[in-house]
């Protein structure tokens, strides 16, 4: 069984261009959550997601910011207009169907924007 | 602010010395506790968890964790570290309110000299 896979697992965008971050969750595991590692800080939830519906926001930033899991392909965090600000690291998570259950991680998307 | 503490955040052994990181959060009400180890190069991984029942939780590797309620800490311990063991632990919790959500300390850098 696969783990959660993330790619790109670096990419450079330029201020103002869009990021977009992809994450495949393990296989039957229908719930995916994202995170971000700002340096030397520990990791902050943005987003928690299920097929085709977003469960909790309340940690993503107001503006530019966007998240979705469609029915069918991987989940996907996207960052339009970036700025020096969103260079960290975001990593993707994913449980199956309990929310008390382990979440496994993928191994991340390092950001940098130049 | 709610939070959750992490007070070490480098800790340098030799091998053979015994261990304890610290973690302690201040949420109250039902609280699900993790702690997830980072090796270099690699991604999350949990070490151990507790949810319910006896507070003192065996995880892998010959790590342990106790969850003193009274204190809202659940340090983490291995009697005997080894060089292998160099990486970065990160104190997660789970509040029952907020779902799926985890809240993380920012994390211990453990370096194990041979």
Redesign the interface.
């Known amino acids: 069984n696969a ?2 896979m993330q790619n790109p697992r670096h990419l450079v965008r330029r201020r103002g261009q869009e990021a977009r971050l992809r994450c495949s969750p393990m296989k039957g595991h229908s ?1 995916v ?1 994202w ?1 971000r590692q700002l340096p ?6 943005m987003v ?1 997601l299920q097929k085709e519906n977003i ?2 926001e ?2 993503m930033p107001k503006e530019r910011f966007s998240a979705e899991f469609p029915k069918e392909g991987p989940s996907i965090l996207r960052i339009q207009q970036v700025v020096r600000g969103d260079s960290a690291a975001y ?1 993707c ?1 994913s ?1 199956p169907d309990s ?2 259950d ?7 998307t390092r950001l940098t924007v130049t | 602010a709610q939070s959750v503490s992490q007070h070490n955040h480098h800790v340098i052994l030799s091998e053979a010395a015994s261990l304890e990181l610290g973690c302690n959060y201040s949420y109250g009400g039902t609280v699900n506790l993790f702690w997830y180890v980072q090796y270099p190069g690699q991604h999350l991984q949990l070490l151990l968890k507790y949810f319910s029942g006896d507070p003192l939780v065996k995880g892998i590797k010959g790590f342990e964790a106790e969850f003193i309620k009274s204190k809202f800490s659940f340090n983490l311990r291995k009697p005997s570290v080894q060089w292998s063991d160099t990486a970065e632990y990160f104190c997660a919790v789970n509040k029952g309110s907020t779902l799926g959500r985890l809240y993380f300390g920012r994390g211990t850098q453990l370096t194990v000299w041979p």
């Not at chain 1, 030397?40 to 939830?45: A, I, Q």
């Not at chain 1, 382990?102 to 991340?108: A, K, L």
């Open positions: 783990g959660v719930h959550y995170y030397e800080e520990g990791l902050k939830f928690y469960i909790d309340s940690g990593f998570a449980s929310v008390e382990e979440q496994y991680f993928g191994p991340g």
